[in-house]
């Protein structure tokens, strides 16, 4: 799994390039946002699951899942006037950009992701140790990507090459954004 620095860098990176596209101010506090749940993400493992991650924060199917849920909050909020629809925006395009970019940079990882439920037993999609079964979480199906660009890109747990490959762009993308914000009036 690449790092919490990396996930964070890279949710931030991408929730301030969604932040531009909105016409929203790259540099703001949905960024850091982006930064935290994207950490808060990789604090959901599972010690008898061979890839150390549940499907509850590692999967697809569960990410659309939590992006809805997380995604409503700040609208609902904003409806009733407790924060305005700006607020609302950053809220929401933090938590997309910080579900999607984890999810990405673990599926460049050796133990990869879990995609979705192989059927409709609803059940077995949140219990660890199915019946019978002795690899947990097995009634999901996992996904990683082993090559890209005809190259071999799967990489191991706390990869530095990994790491830098996400931190040094994204940092990047951080410096320029905050060196072209402008003076404080």
Do not use: C
């Not at 979705?116 to 097995?138: C, D, N, Q, Y």
Request: aromatic share 12%; charged share 15%; hydrophobic share 55%.
């Amino acid at each position: 799994m690449a790092g919490l620095l990396s996930h964070a860098l890279g949710a931030m990176a991408a929730s301030a390039i969604l932040f531009l596209l909105f016409g929203l101010p790259a540099i703001s506090f949905g960024i850091f946002m982006a930064g935290v749940i994207s950490m808060i993400m990789e604090q959901d493992f599972d010690e008898l699951s061979p890839t150390r991650r549940t499907p509850i924060t590692h999967s697809i199917f569960f990410g659309i899942i939590w992006i809805v849920i997380f995604s409503s909050i700040p609208w609902i909020s904003a409806s009733v006037n407790m924060i305005s629809n700006r607020i609302a925006l950053e809220l929401t395009l933090a938590i997309m950009a910080a579900f999607s970019t984890h999810l990405a940079i673990d599926a460049f990882t050796k133990e990869g992701i879990y995609l979705f439920p192989k059927g409709a037993h609803v059940m077995k999609w949140i219990r660890g140790l199915p019946k019978g079964e002795t690899e947990t979480w097995s009634y999901w199906r996992r996904y990683h990507i082993e090559r890209f660009m005809g190259r071999h890109v799967t990489r191991a747990n706390e990869d530095p090459i990994l790491n830098a490959a996400i931190s040094i762009p994204s940092l990047l993308t951080i410096i320029v954004f905050v060196a072209a914000m402008p003076p404080p009036a």
